[in-house]
């Protein structure tokens, strides 16, 4: 029998810290600057750079993403100011909906108004409507700030919350196994923009409830990473030397794969930030978690006007030093967010709480 790990408030505090930082960095992977277009990126399948991209997009992006829907409804299971309706949809909207509006504002200046005004490759205004598509996700997916139909539709999950924490756990289940079968079915826009967040939400209520995180965390490193790494494998098989992607529109069977793979990721994602918040690497990881919402709201602008620049550097994909730019992207992110951010708070106190929803 393996010696059982405390499980200390503390330690899960920093554990959901950690998750946070480690899930927003994997996502500047999925966001990653090519320099190429699609039809230049499809002549580079299956070589090793896009073996590498795809590796780190699925490994650290996309499979770690869903374990921050998951702790949300975590966290909102736990509160008990998420049964206060008005109260709790208007804290929301200022910490999640209102940050998500001004930087997508703020993609439309910066990166529309290069492409404007330097020729920078990047979406530009087409009429009012695309404007306020692009601002709010009303009906469509956002051209710049792709990253934040998260934020929409976990939005849409808190104003869900009260309703769902007085749910009975049999009909919060079903909620999962309805969000699971739109996702899988290719449901979901434009009420959801991504279903399975809605999966995800649910699930973390239930995990609250069953007190499933601190069974997670006794289990052995194996059991709750070897799902993730056989999974793993296979969806790069199928990504990668069969081309078929996760969202294939044409059958079920791929986003079938992807929901599990995103299961099982969230357990061992939510494993090595249990790992990382018991070892020496806490403390440094602790200190940029302030900054991750900031970061994952600021990434795309970044990497939309700065992308282009680096690549004169490194190279574009294809270049002997590309591997070395995508693998340092969210390193070179965090290097140009966390002082802009420091700046804010120190010059700019309210501009920081308001773009980062109060965490600076």
């Not at 997009?57 to 998420?82: D, H, K, N, Y």
């Not at 939510?270 to 020496?280: E, H, P, Q, T």
Request: aromatic share 10%; hydrophobic share 60%; charged share 15%.
């Amino acid at each position: 029998m393996p010696q059982l790990m405390p499980t200390d408030g503390a330690r899960r505090s920093d554990a959901i810290a950690i998750a946070r930082v480690i899930c927003i960095l994997g996502v500047v992977y999925v966001h990653a600057w090519t320099g190429v277009n699609g039809e230049a990126l499809a002549l580079l399948r299956g070589s090793a750079q896009d073996n590498l991209r795809w590796t780190l997009m699925e490994a650290f992006g996309r499979s770690a993403v869903p374990l921050l829907g998951l702790i949300s409804g975590w966290l909102v299971q736990g509160s008990g100011r998420t049964r206060d309706w008005r109260a709790h949809v208007q804290r929301k909207a200022r910490t999640i909906l209102l940050p998500m509006a001004l930087w997508n504002i703020l993609a439309i200046l910066f990166v529309s108004g290069a492409a404007l005004t330097l020729g920078l490759a990047a979406p530009v205004p087409k009429s009012l409507w695309w404007a306020l598509d692009e601002i709010l996700i009303v009906t469509r997916n956002p051209d710049i700030n792709v990253q934040m139909p998260f934020l929409r539709d976990l939005f849409l999950c808190m104003v869900a919350a009260p309703l769902l924490v007085r749910l009975p756990g049999w009909m919060v289940a079903m909620v999962a196994f309805l969000a699971a079968a739109a996702h899988i079915a290719g449901l979901g826009p434009p009420v959801l923009m991504r279903a399975s967040i809605l999966f995800f939400f649910a699930l973390g209520m239930l995990v609250r409830r069953g007190g499933w995180e601190e069974r997670v965390v006794r289990w052995p490193l194996v059991e709750t990473m070897l799902p993730f790494a056989v999974l793993m494998l296979f969806q790069l098989y199928r990504a990668t030397l069969l081309d078929v992607l996760p969202n294939d529109g044409g059958t079920w069977a791929p986003r079938a794969l992807d929901l599990a793979l995103r299961f099982a990721a969230a357990v061992a994602f939510w494993r090595l930030a249990w790992i990382v918040a018991g070892s020496r690497l806490r403390g440094p990881v602790l200190r940029i978690e302030p900054f991750a919402f900031f970061l994952f709201c600021a990434h795309l602008i970044l990497i939309w006007l700065g992308g282009p620049f680096l690549g004169h550097v490194f190279g574009r994909m294809g270049a002997p030093l590309y591997p070395v730019y995508l693998i340092l992207q969210p390193a070179m992110v965090a290097a140009v967010v966390i002082p802009i951010g420091l700046l804010l708070r120190r010059y700019m106190p309210r501009a920081a709480r308001i773009l980062s929803g109060g965490r600076l």
